[in-house]
């Protein structure tokens, strides 16, 4: 049993020692003190079905014994900066890792974090191709730091960065958007930032297959395609941020982009490439990383060994327990379940995704789509208390997100379903 500091004495010490920015989604936030693959402990011991999985971060699920044994043991041999010597954890996973890529991109940068993929990857393109203009998607989300900062299109994550060279095209968003699902139509909005708003020539394009904080956004299809030649004919590199997309999640492909038929130039991804683990990637072709080697370059831990032994732990495991399969499997009948659910209750303006990146959007009017923010706080919490934690974005805050470990089950799905059913019918 758990013996440490109880929830209200963390709280306290967190209002007054810790970032006053940080917030939390529950009306009394849990003390979490274990976790064990779907699910979390409280500090009472209370089980909670996890169906957040830490922002989509926990793929083969909490403290998978493989993925804690493969830390633990490079942990005991040998932790250090992943530059100056060599290290078998290292180049092993960035081996796995090409393996998993399709057409030439095979050279790995590793990085700590998402925002660090992205921004390298920004000026991978910004380089290669000499020109500073960067296109993103509006309601997109690449990242904290000045340039990725940049390249998010949601105004509540943007402080007032000084923001140079990026220009933010139409959502293709098949519910919101102006033009339904027809993602040629979007596309065309690219042409005309390149046409009207730079040179004729731009440095990249970047976006998500699916918007994870956008409120799982599905991209309109034959949006991506579209885009990809207009960018490439204007000289620019294609990024695909598969921070919150990739790794198996969607069940149906390995990584986002793969379901829109593309091939990007430039793959960044972080999050549940370490079921956990502070870690991030850029992954591109040989000739394109040849930039790099105009100055020196370094990332003192991106990429560490125990970190890389934890990413290469995790793609063994994806593997060995066939969870692309099962996130498509479970994925779908949760989906299926959740439009079920939508028949019900009026309140359910939307379901979509695909695998285990699912999205319910929740609406006061299905006409008028009025965001239903005060509703969502009020289902979230009474899902809490009946041990069910999913998560919530979008950019009005009124739509679920459930993002599941990659090991959730059919019953699992049941009983998530269940309580939000309950929920729901409390409103
Ligand atoms: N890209 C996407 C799509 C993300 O969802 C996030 C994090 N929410 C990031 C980039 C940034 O990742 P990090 O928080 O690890 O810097």
Known sequence: PYEGPRAEEILQKRAEFLSPSLFHFYDRPLNIVDGKMQYLFDEDGRRYLDAFGGIATVSCGHCHPDIVEAIVNQAKRIQHSTVLYLNNAISDFA????????????VVFFTNSGTEANELALMIARLYTGCHDIISVRNGYHGNAAGTMGATAQSIWKFNVVQTGVHHASNPDPYRGAFGSDGEKYARDVEEIIDFGTTGR???FISEAIQGVGGIVELAPGYLPAVYNTVRKAGG????????????????HFWGFEAHGVIPDIVTMAKGIGNGIP????????????VLTRR????????????????HAVLKVLEKEKLQENAFVVGSYLKERLDMLKEKHEIIGDVRGRGFLLGVELVTDRQKKTPAKAEIAQVMNNMKDMGVLVGKGGFYGNVFRVTPPLCFSKDDSDFLIDVMDIALSKL
């Open 95 to 106: 081996e796995a890792l090409a393996a998993k890529m399709p057409g030439d991109l095979k």
């Open 202 to 204: 731009v440095g990249g």
């Open 237 to 252: 590199l294609c990024i695909a941020d598969e921070v919150q997309v990739g790794v198996a999640r969607t069940g149906s």
């Open 279 to 290: 870690i991030g990637a850029v992954v591109t072709t040989p000739e394109i990383a040849q």
């Open 296 to 311: 020196s370059y370094f990332n003192t831990f991106g990429g560490n060994p125990v970190s890389t032994a934890g990413g």
